[in-house]
């Protein structure tokens, strides 16, 4: 039985995703997104489930920066989950939800949801916690207080709390996509009902800022007919103006062509580092239904 490291406390996204691609195994959940990564690093489980990105939000910038300046990590498979936000309270603060002062959860969800708070509660105050089960279990601990959660109905039935407003998300088709991530790239099995295709990423840092240099590294791709899903800049910290790009290519690792992209990007005095090269799995809105 493998361990499994996710984004806990209970009762969150990342817990649904971790459970869907490992319906079997034994779950550890850690309070924080780099406590997740830690752990596999140092061998503790075999693999971290965590956020990389969400459809309406963008990219989960601290899984992110942490693969790349902290815990060198493979990316070993990714998870794409649909994602509704509900409002959670204690029941004995049903009847007045509309007097919420202040509102718990991730970031990433209450910017989710931030046309409806505007719109419901818009005097309400945020408190922002490391996940969205941390907040749900912070209102249930704290019954008299007037506050609420935002986060799943799963969170709901394990801390015994009640949905206010069910589908609070400012957008429909919100999906969030994990990424399953371990020291080395071995292969997960693409033996699943929700496999959806593979991909590879690659990090790709310029060797210095001149007119083009962009269009160089993207013609590489271009002229190989290469799909890519995301290109992505971030930071390299390092000052102003420095930026490396996550380019992420709707294929598997094969022999010629991504090889080629790589000696050709390498020529051009780019420094490239693969991420990983994965199974894609998706959990369709139907099958939503894992059970934590
Ligand atoms: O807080 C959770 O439930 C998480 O799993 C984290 C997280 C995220 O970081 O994006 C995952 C999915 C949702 O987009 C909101 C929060």
Request: hydrophobic share 40%; with cysteine; net charge negative.
């Amino acid at each position: 039985m493998k361990k499994i490291a996710y984004l806990g406390p209970k009762g969150t996204f990342t817990e649904v995703a971790a459970k869907a691609v490992f319906p079997n195994d034994e779950f550890i959940s850690f309070p924080s997104i780099p406590d997740c990564m830690d752990s596999v690093s140092i061998g503790d489980v075999d693999f971290a489930v965590v956020p990389i990105e969400n459809a309406i939000e963008g990219s989960v910038n601290l899984t992110l920066d942490y693969l790349i300046h902290n815990q060198k990590l493979m990316i070993n498979g990714e998870i794409t989950v649909p994602i509704e936000q509900q409002l959670l309270v204690h029941e004995n603060q049903l009847e007045n939800w509309t007097k919420i002062e202040k509102v718990y959860s991730h970031p990433q969800a209450i910017a989710q949801s931030h046309q409806f708070l505007r719109s419901y509660l818009p005097n309400a105050e945020f408190e922002y916690t490391n996940s969205t089960g941390s907040a749900a279990q912070h209102v249930a601990n704290h019954p008299d207080e007037r506050i609420a959660a935002i986060g799943n109905s799963l969170a709901a039935e394990q801390y015994g709390l009640t949905i206010a407003q069910s589908e609070i998300h400012d957008y429909e088709n919100n999906h969030t996509r994990f990424v399953i991530l371990k020291k080395d790239n071995i292969c997960l099995t693409e033996q699943s009902p929700l496999f959806n295709g593979d991909k590879t990423t690659l990090m790709v840092t310029l060797p210095a800022d001149y007119p083009g240099a962009l269009h160089h590294v993207l013609s590489a791709f271009a002229w190989r007919k290469l799909n890519l899903s995301k290109i992505e800049s971030r930071p390299m910290k390092t000052g102003l103006g420095n930026y490396f790009f996550v380019i992420d290519v709707a294929m598997k690792m094969d022999e010629v062509l991504i090889p080629g992209v790589i000696a050709e990007l390498e020529a051009l005095k780019c420094q490239v580092t693969l991420l990983g090269s994965y199974p894609c799995f998706s959990l369709a809105k139907k099958n939503n239904e894992v059970k934590v």
